[in-house]
């Protein structure tokens, strides 16, 4: 009898082991099928522009010689440069894909180059890549209760804190300054309109704190919010939010306690096309 349960309890062990390591392959045969999939969306439908690329800049006309009277007078009858993002999104091949693409967020030098949706619910985009497959890495998407076509005065985005450093798992590094300083501003796209993020404040919260207040027109309500978030931030920003009639809210899971959050906050600055 000892024998028999001696065999019984090693093969309950193999069993465990074998699905805890059937767990572990599958958990990471995820992240790479999630990660293959928007690092293929941002080559299909995003086009990067070159540092010193400035489309604004693509119909001036001069010479090459300096100090003439012809390129004076080309410098001189130039016109203001009108600052324009560092990307552009085919947007009509995305929602061709999914209707509920509403938006691009992107901020250079790090993994945070995707697509934005906004569902019905809270629910199905956290588990649900951007075209509609199941994956544990979800999407990044915009609270069913904020109001379509980024038209609130605070909008809150969501994403997974993934192990491979994928979504939004790198927003806890803005708790360190240097890092903030080499990353001060994100990109937010949609098919209506494009927003330079000028990021302001970070902070670990519980996910049920006033950091994901919608609010829905500027206003008082907003005043006391913005000044809540500078109060509680990690980093210092040489952002002056006064007057500020959009902000965005950016949120994560974080694992200094339970239910913990890292939320990042920004101003929203309509640029041109």
């Known amino acids: 009898m000892r024998k ?59 010479t090459a010689e300096t100090g003439t009277a012809e390129t004076c007078q080309s410098s001189a009858a130039a016109p203001e440069a009108v600052e324009t993002p560092p990307i552009s999104v085919d947007f009509d091949s995305l929602q061709a894909v999914n209707p509920e693409v509403v938006g691009w967020i992107y901020c250079p030098d790090t993994a945070i180059n995707y697509p934005v949706l906004q569902g019905t619910d809270n629910e199905y985009y956290l588990n649900h890549l951007y075209d ?13 209760n904020n109001s379509a076509g980024f038209a609130d005065a605070n909008i809150i985005l969501y994403g997974h804190h993934m192990r491979n450093g994928s979504m939004f798992a790198g ?37 049920d704190s006033d950091a994901y207040t919608i609010i829905y027109q500027p206003g008082q309500t907003m005043e ?38 890292y939320v990042l906050h920004g101003v929203m600055v309509e640029v041109g096309e």
């Open 132 to 144: 509609g497959t199941y994956n544990s890495s979800g999407s990044i998407f915009v609270d069913c």
């Open 171 to 207: 927003l806890e590094q803005f708790a360190d300054q240097s890092y903030y300083e080499a990353h001060p501003v994100m990109w937010l796209l949609t098919p209506e309109k494009n927003y330079k993020i000028l990021l302001l404040s970070g902070y670990t919260t519980s996910y």
């Open 224 to 261: 006391d919010y913005l000044t809540q978030c500078l109060s509680n931030s990690d980093f210092t920003a040489q952002v002056d939010a006064d007057g500020a009639e959009k902000l965005i809210t950016l949120s994560t899971c974080a694992y200094s306690f339970e239910n913990a959050r």
């Open 4 to 62: 028999v349960a001696g065999r019984i309890g090693l093969i309950v062990c193999a069993a465990v082991f074998l699905v805890a390591v059937w767990n572990i392959v599958s958990i990471l045969a995820s992240y790479r099928q999630g990660e293959q999939l928007y690092t293929e969306a941002a080559a299909q439908y995003v086009q990067e522009y070159a540092q010193e690329y400035a489309p604004e800049q693509a119909g001036e006309t001069g």
